[in-house]
Nanobody, 125 residues
Framework: QVQLVESGGGSVQAGGSLRISCAAS????????MAWFRQAPGKERDGVAM???????AYADSVKGRFTISKDNAANTLYLQMNSLKPEDTAMYYC???????????????????WGRGTQVTVSS
């Protein structure tokens, strides 16, 4: 089974950019549909973006046009490029994976079975 480790989180001012990464080990990332979720204090974990086995991508409405998900299968790494960051983007960001997923997979975190421990992103105004 795959193990996932996130990195690259940090603190940034509103309007800034940040790229977070998720390194996969134990199996090839090309075997998995992968996604990013986030959870702010006191809130539920919400889907942010996903990339399917075919390269299909989907985003939450709140990040469309600002965030870009990508995957480097040779490096076994998933990325999330975050631009025009807002204070409401502040959260713990989690990497997730599953063997397959449909277009609406990020609507429920139960659609993914493998999870990393998260990386904190803080956006100040």
């Amino acid at each position: 089974q795959v193990q996932l480790v996130e990195s690259g989180g940090g603190s940034v001012q509103a309007g800034g950019s940040l790229r977070i990464s998720c390194a996969a080990s134990g199996d090839r990332s090309s075997n998995y549909c992968m996604a990013w979720f986030r959870q702010a204090p006191g809130k539920e974990r919400d889907g942010v973006a996903m990339i399917g086995l075919s390269g299909y991508t989907a985003y939450a409405d709140s990040v469309k046009g600002r965030f870009t998900i990508s995957k480097d299968n040779a490096a076994n790494t998933l990325y999330l490029q975050m631009n025009s960051l807002k204070p409401e983007d502040t959260a713990m960001y989690y990497c997730a994976a599953h063997f397959s997923c449909g277009a609406g997979a990020i609507k429920k975190d139960t659609n993914f079975v493998y999870w990393g421990r998260g990386t904190q992103v803080t956006v100040s105004s």
